[in-house]
């Protein structure tokens, strides 16, 4: 196998059969094969028959879609993360190296992930710097449950935190030992977290990228930051010759995703217009430039 086989990859995504999932699929799946130059594997969860209209358009313009069961019920908590864990297991690939992005997530520009690649070892992970996986006063009582729960030293995930987030870059090899230790911290966490804040929360939704911290610890896995995504929460502008991945994860100014949250506002989704020069401008782009793509916009 050459150098350059070693490092080929798939970039995988991991989607619910509905309306809402399936349109941030194919803006996605747009991106991809004009930024990085290859189709995405989408796998999409659900217990239905049919897939929704959006990722039946997919498949018919050749994009690559799996189907998986739902995961998201964890006894009496609702957890839709659990499908993107079960996405890194399941996924169906005979590359060496796996990406994993979220829905929410267009190129802005060319990506290539190889550098990255070259820089992992087949027991490491690479991930995207966010600021908010730390220990802090709020959540110390519920890492260091994890941390035990875990065989984990707490000062190791202060000293050395994995603050990261998607892509995830992961060895096809390896993906298996990293997900089973990844849903037993997750589980714990999840559990942890949701009595601890009575309920649903944003710490209780990061839950299993806590899980994945406390795994990596857990199994002494390497890991290596990238800065490679604007998230809209912290960065209104975008540069993308600096970051080309954007992750409109939250509402912002112009515009707000969950809006299209139904197949009846597709009509109004393919032609919205966002403030050029800024995070809604770049989703708003990519999104009209895919609705001309698939022959959706009115």
């Known amino acids: ?16 059969n509905n309306d809402f999932m399936a ?22 969860h659900g217990d239905e028959p049919e897939l929704v209209d959006g990722f039946a358009w997919l498949e018919q313009a050749g994009g690559s879609v799996q189907r998986a069961p739902n995961f998201r019920h964890y006894g009496d908590i609702m957890y839709a993360p659990w ?10 690939s005979d590359e060496p190296w796996l990406v994993f992005a979220d829905t929410d997530m267009v190129f802005l520009d ?14 490491s992970v690479g991930l995207d710097r966010v600021p908010f996986l730390v220990v802090n006063d709020t959540n110390r009582t519920i890492v260091a449950d994890g941390c035990q729960h875990a065989g984990v030293a707490l000062d190791a995930i202060e000293d050395r ?7 995830y870059l992961i060895a096809n090899s390896a993906r298996g030992e990293l997900c089973a230790a990844w849903e037993l911290s997750t589980k714990r966490y999840l559990e942890k977290s949701f009595a601890f804040h009575n309920g649903y929360d944003p710490g209780v939704w990061i ?3 806590w899980g994945l911290a406390l795994a990596v610890h857990a199994l002494d896995w390497d890991f290596v930051l990238s800065e490679q995504c604007v998230h809209t929460l912290q960065d209104p502008e975008v540069n993308p010759a600096e970051r080309p991945i954007l992750h409109y994860s939250y509402g912002i100014d112009h ?30 782009d990519a999104i009209r430039a895919a609705g001309a793509h698939f022959g959706l916009a009115a």
Request: charged content about 20%; some cysteine.
């Open 161 to 167: 935190p994995v603050t990261g987030a998607t892509p």
């Open 110 to 123: 060319q990506v290539d992930f190889t550098p990255q690649l070259a820089a992992l070892g087949p027991r």
């Open 207 to 209: 839950s299993s990228m």
């Open 83 to 92: 499908n993107q864990l079960k996405t890194v297991e399941l996924a169906v």
């Open 23 to 44: 349109w941030q699929c194919l803006v996605f799946h747009h991106s991809c094969i004009t930024h990085v130059g290859k189709a995405p594997i989408v796998v999409v």
């Open 255 to 284: 515009f707000n995703k969950r809006r299209f949250n139904r197949r009846d506002r597709y009509d109004e989704l393919w032609t919205v217009v966002g403030k050029p020069g800024h995070t809604s401008g770049a989703v708003c």
């Open 1 to 16: 196998m050459s150098v350059g086989q070693e490092l080929s990859y798939d970039i995988v995504l991991s989607a619910e």
